[in-house]
């Protein structure tokens, strides 16, 4: 079983839906982040999560320590928000290293 | 700004030939470095990373190499690529935001390499 675990795999919506995406692990964690990458391969760190809940314009960021989960949303969805969504622990044990495990990613297309 | 460079963008090589790419940084010194490579429907897996000058830790085994000569310079290397060495590279790097266990993460744009 992978360390990671991302769903749902692909995602199509249509422009102004609300969209979650999911990211569940099994290992202790220090932190997740939540990265975006677009068509060209280029990573943009989105959110760096340890507890709670975080918000940056449209998006918004939640993790539940306790049940190893936490979920990105995407509010009033547009097509430039089609991308791959990546999920990423750093775990307990990393010590300052800072080493990241990656989930496989969630393909968005939010059609117009 | 912890801006990343990283070249080349994209990659052609034949099998056995010899492999090298480049990744710079600015901004802080003494950054914590990564190679990761994302094969075709795979997540990132993390090849080396890289504390300090000189000090490189390997996570799987492989045909890659990693050198880091300089405090803001992170080289990948192969003596003989293999085609399994296709793949998506990224450098990355971690760096203190400030407070307890606080840090950033920045990624280079990748290089899309294609051993054929």
């Known amino acids: ?112 | 700004s912890q801006t990343i460079h990283q070249w080349p963008a994209t990659l052609v090589q034949p099998v056995g030939s010899p492999l090298s790419l480049e990744c710079t940084v600015e901004g802080t010194s003494n950054p914590n470095l990564y190679w990761y490579r994302q094969a075709a429907g795979r997540g990132l897996q993390l090849l080396f990373y890289s504390v300090g000058i000189g000090q490189i830790s390997s996570e799987v085994p492989q045909n890659l190499s990693a050198s880091r000569p300089q405090d803001r310079q992170f080289i990948l290397s192969s003596k003989k690529l293999l085609l399994s060495d296709s793949g998506f590279y990224l450098c990355a790097r971690a760096f203190g935001t400030g407070g307890f266990g606080g840090y950033g993460y920045t990624f280079g744009s990748g290089t899309r390499l294609t051993v054929v």
């Open chain 1, 1 to 112: 079983k992978n360390e990671v675990e991302q769903s749902p795999q692909n995602l199509t919506a249509q422009e102004g839906e609300f969209i979650t995406i999911n990211c569940s692990y099994s290992v202790g964690i220090s932190a997740l982040h939540w990265l975006q990458q677009h068509p060209g391969g280029g990573i943009v760190s989105l959110f760096m999560l340890s507890s709670g809940k975080k918000k940056h314009g449209r998006l918004i960021a939640t993790i539940n320590i306790q049940e190893k989960h936490s979920s990105l949303h995407i509010t009033a969805s547009h097509p430039r928000d089609s991308a791959v969504y990546i999920c990423a622990l750093r775990r307990n044990s990393g010590g300052s290293n800072y080493k990241l495990t990656f989930g496989k990613g969630t393909l968005l297309t939010v059609n117009p």
